[in-house]
């Protein structure tokens, strides 16, 4: 079976959908062949064409036609079975094509909020979290797309001991750790001031323990303010921040250098696989929240985002249990959640299963198409 896989490059090309298409694309690669067309300003570096094909097609939003024309050639050549986007903006390209091939259209949403404003109509939709398919289910706009929930899916970590050895070197290596990988940005500054305050506050019940945070910086202001609230809790001495490509790049491969992690979508799953004790951030507190058996299940419902609420939060409790498993160096498993539910061994059948047994189009959404490629060519050009 051939399978081909669309993608876009608006900005930098390494936000966690090219990592789990990545991923998905070199895994159904082994035994099947895949193509992956990334599409955009520039080719993504994480696109790594282990057990895949690659090509990159340029679009500035302004030459949709004449990329297309490329791309159209291009799967007239490799001839799939199956063409799936991994973004609203490369489905533009990729649905017609499926429909000159008569074949379903697939689409994928790699986690993230329920959708405020467009979201195309698929024959075949494919979710990372039980909230977005609750919401697509009663969505009577999606009434004749087929879901399917297949949450992330990711390789075990394989740890670079050398990188490891050279952050110890160059930071030193602390009694206790906990470790927080984002980018130091909008989108997860809320999740690192709860680190900071985490820090703080075990600080003060005795607990002698470093927050370490590596990311690049997507916003100097945001950089600066984190590093003024670690100025105001006097932690300088309890909290490293490495924004160096040295450690930033791949920086899942040091997850060694946390004990604990705190982590959201795809890097949550990455520490599961080394059996870490996890937390993730929590909506509606100033601290993250140790994830148990008892609340997994409805931390898993939000694929471990910022979003996460679980039934009968207290923040007490929640404190003082993350205490006691520091304290007594009892930590708490997460093997058994990575071999359940995120080992992509796991998730390759699911995926052939859907490109197998796709149901034939009975007809095509013009009005959405073309408010597609609108949206497409839109978000280019306001980049």
Not at 191 to 217: D, E, F, P, R, Y
Request: with cysteine; charged share 20%; aromatic share 12%.
């Amino acid at each position: 079976m051939t399978i081909v896989y669309f993608i876009t490059t608006v900005g930098h090309g390494k936000g966690g959908h090219f990592h789990s298409l990545n991923t998905i694309a070199n895994a159904v690669g082994v035994s099947e062949n895949v193509h992956v067309i990334n599409i955009g300003f520039k080719p993504s570096d994480v696109l790594d064409k282990v057990n895949f094909k690659y090509t990159f097609v340029g679009f500035n939003g302004y030459n949709f036609i004449s990329a297309f024309v490329k791309i159209k050639k291009l799967i007239k050549q490799i001839q799939p079975e199956a063409i799936h986007a991994f973004d609203v903006e490369s489905f533009a390209f990729s649905r017609l094509l499926s429909k000159g091939k008569k074949q379903a259209s697939f689409l994928n949403k790699c986690g993230g909020p329920n959708p405020k404003k467009y979201f195309p109509v698929a024959n075949q939709l494919v979710l990372f979290s039980k909230e977005n398919k609750a919401y697509f289910e009663t969505n009577e706009r999606y009434k004749n797309t087929n879901l399917a929930l297949i949450p992330n899916r990711v390789k075990p970590v394989q740890i670079d001991q050398s990188r490891v050895e050279l952050f110890y070197q160059t930071y030193g290596k602390a009694e206790l750790s906990l470790l927080r990988i984002a980018r130091i940005g909008k989108h997860y500054h809320k999740s690192i001031i709860q680190a900071i305050n985490l820090v703080s506050w075990l600080k003060t019940k005795g607990l002698k323990i470093k927050l370490i945070v590596i990311g690049t910086i997507q916003s100097e202001d945001i950089y600066n303010s984190i590093l003024n609230d670690i100025k105001s809790k006097q932690l300088e001495d309890d909290v490293i921040i490495d924004t160096s490509d040295t450690f930033t790049h791949n920086a899942s491969r040091l997850l060694d250098v946390g004990d604990v992690i705190i982590g959201t979508g795809r890097n949550f799953m990455e520490a599961s696989s080394l059996n870490k004790m996890l937390l993730v951030p929590y909506k509606n507190s100033e601290y993250p929240l140790l994830v148990t058996e008892a609340n997994f299940e409805a931390i898993f419902s939000t694929n471990f985002s910022p979003r996460t609420q679980v039934a009968s939060f207290n923040e007490q409790i929640n404190l003082e249990s993350i205490y006691k498993h520091l304290k007594t160096n009892n930590r708490l498993a997460s093997q058994s959640w990575f071999d359940s539910y995120f080992n992509v061994e796991k998730g390759v059948e699911l995926y052939k299963s859907l490109y197998l047994n796709q149901d034939k189009p009975n007809n095509s959404n013009g009005i959405d198409t073309f408010v597609n490629i609108l949206y497409a060519i839109k978000t280019f050009i306001l980049r």
